[in-house]
């Protein structure tokens, strides 16, 4: 499908290129064109390829960016948003949350991952992190809707295997333009050295980066130094997990030493600011971060404990709970959380083709509606966004060329009540 999106401001996210007034021209999956109107008024005077729109969309002077890449992510955790609230981790975990995940079925995670994607959608979210139960039926999930997912394994000792972890490798990763997986585990504390050891064999043969939870809590650190005598990271880096990089999940409670492991390594920290205060985990020392040239993406976390999948609150969170942690309102930059929300996130991902808005890249784009009273008046769009937006603001939301939501509208091949009403029955059957 040719479309054609014009009379926009066009923020592509790439290096050093400021804002501008173009155009984003798409052809089925891919970006073919980004121009600004200047550019394209030179271009059009010579023998410029003519082209048979199938769309073409007056954006009215909004603005067009990359989506946001959620990096961390369990999404048919739908089913306990607003029961499993307002009590301690562990409690949570062991009350709460494992007892109703054993119930669980493939087709109820097929059915409440579509969920999380009607508000992945809503938010501006054009690509997710998801470690999650049965990752067949939550990338059929995510290929019957059109969105784009990242899996990876949550390998522990309970659930899962080395052998099916290498399965799922091999499947996933042959040529399909929504789907990726990534190698990973549950956390240090759901996994027997043997397993990550064996983990560790497979990440060399393949060469593959490894991703898990990591240091979360002080229990968690805590525990393990108990257990081992080191804290989580430096532990996993002995073991040989973290030689082909990756990244860790929440990263809150980190040492020195921990940090030292990331930068050699080259690791994402993925924080996940909702989750981590809403669970009174702590806040995960961003700035320090940045200074110490550690590459930062975020993720909402799960819909049980955050329990909102909306970028905008996170990337609010990351600037405004790093300010409060530094004492320092000039810690955290709006344009630095902005990158992390976008190029960031898809470099944590490894989707190295939805990182920016430019030609080759894949259509992975979502409007800003700049025509309302938060985004008024426009002294600055991006401080804009993270300070003041909302998914209020987020008027279409395009995947590999798709227009999946648009104005209210969604196009995911079925209607919205149906996927209500089918997650409803689960959650009755559940709670039964």
Same mark, same amino acid.
């Given at each position: 499908?040719n479309?054609r999106l014009y009379n926009?401001?066009i923020?592509t996210?790439e290096?050093?290129?400021?804002m501008?007034?173009?155009e984003?021209?798409?052809?089925n999956?891919k970006?073919?064109y980004?121009?600004?109107?200047s ?8 023998d ?7 769309l073409?969309i ?20 739908t089913f306990?948003r ?5 009590v301690?981790l562990q409690?949570?975990?062991n009350e709460?949350?494992f007892?109703m995940?054993?119930?669980l079925?493939?087709?109820d ?9 009607l508000e ?6 054009t690509?997710?992190?998801e470690m ?8 059929? =999930?995510c @290929?019957d809707m059109?969105? %784009?997912?990242? /899996?990876?394994?949550?390998?522990n000792?309970? $659930?899962?295997?080395i052998?099916?972890?290498e399965e799922e490798?091999?499947k996933w990763?042959?040529?399909n333009s929504l789907i ?7 956390a240090?504390?759901?996994c027997s050295?043997e397993?990550?050891?064996?983990l560790?064999?497979?990440?060399h ?5 490894i991703y898990?939870h990591?240091?979360e809590?002080?229990?968690e650190v805590?525990?393990c ?5 080191m804290t ?9 997990l973290?030689e ?6 929440h990263?809150v409670?980190m040492?020195? =030493?921990? @940090?030292?492991?990331f930068? %050699?390594?080259? /690791?994402?920290a993925?924080?996940?600011?909702? $989750?981590n205060m809403k669970?009174?985990s702590?806040?995960?020392?961003i700035a320090?971060?940045?200074r110490k040239k550690?590459p930062?993406?975020i993720?909402t976390?799960g819909?049980?404990?955050n ?7 996170e990337?609010?969170?990351?600037t405004g ?6 004492n320092d309102a000039?810690?955290m930059d709006?344009?630095q959380v902005l ?5 960031q996130g898809?470099?944590?991902m490894?989707l ?5 808005l ?6 992975d ?5 700049l025509?309302?009273p938060n @985004?008024?008046?426009i002294h ?7 300070y003041?937006g909302?998914k209020s603001?987020v008027a279409m939301?395009m995947i590999?060329g798709?227009?999946?939501y648009?104005?209210?509208?969604f196009?995911?091949?079925e209607?919205v009540?149906s996927?209500y009403s089918?997650c409803?029955?689960?959650v009755?059957?559940?709670t039964?």
């Open positions: 499908m479309i926009a401001r923020l996210m290096k050093d290129k400021p501008f007034c173009g984003v021209w798409v052809k999956e970006i073919v980004v121009a600004d109107n550019e394209l008024e030179r271009e059009l005077d010579q410029f390829p003519r082209i048979s729109w199938d073409e007056d954006c009215k002077e909004n603005l067009l960016m990359p989506g946001f890449k959620d990096a961390h992510t369990h999404s048919a955790m306990l607003s029961y499993a609230d307002d301690p409690k949570w975990l709460k949350v007892p995940e054993a119930k079925t493939g087709d995670i097929y059915h409440l991952t579509k969920l999380a994607i992945y959608l809503t938010s501006g979210i690509a997710i992190f999650y139960l049965t990752p067949d039926t939550i990338a059929q =999930a @290929m059109g969105m %784009r997912c990242v /899996l990876t394994s949550g390998l000792n309970f $659930s899962s295997s052998e099916q972890v490798y091999l990763n042959k040529k990726s997986y990534q190698m990973g585990f549950h240090e504390y759901t050295k397993l990550l050891y064996q560790a064999q497979l990440s043969k393949y060469r593959a980066p898990t990591l240091a809590t002080k229990r805590e525990e130094k108990e257990r081992c005598g989580p990271a430096v532990f996993l880096d002995n073991m040989g973290f082909f990089g990756g990244g860790g999940y990263c409670h040492t020195d =030493a921990d @940090m030292d492991v930068r %050699r390594r080259r /690791l994402y993925i924080t996940n600011p909702a $989750s669970l009174a702590g806040v995960a020392p320090e971060f940045e550690i930062v993406a993720g976390d819909p049980a404990s329990n909102c999948l909306d970028m905008f609150r990337m609010f969170l990351v709970l790093s300010k409060l942690k530094e000039a810690s709006a344009m990158h992390m929300a976008t190029v898809a470099k944590a490894r190295s083709k939805a990182d920016v430019a030609k080759g890249k894949y259509a784009i979502i409007m800003i509606d025509h309302q @985004m008024q008046p600055n769009i991006p401080k804009n966004i993270v003041s909302s603001n939301t590999n798709r227009i999946l648009r104005r209210g509208e196009n995911v091949g209607s009540e996927i089918k409803d029955e689960i009755r059957r559940l039964d």
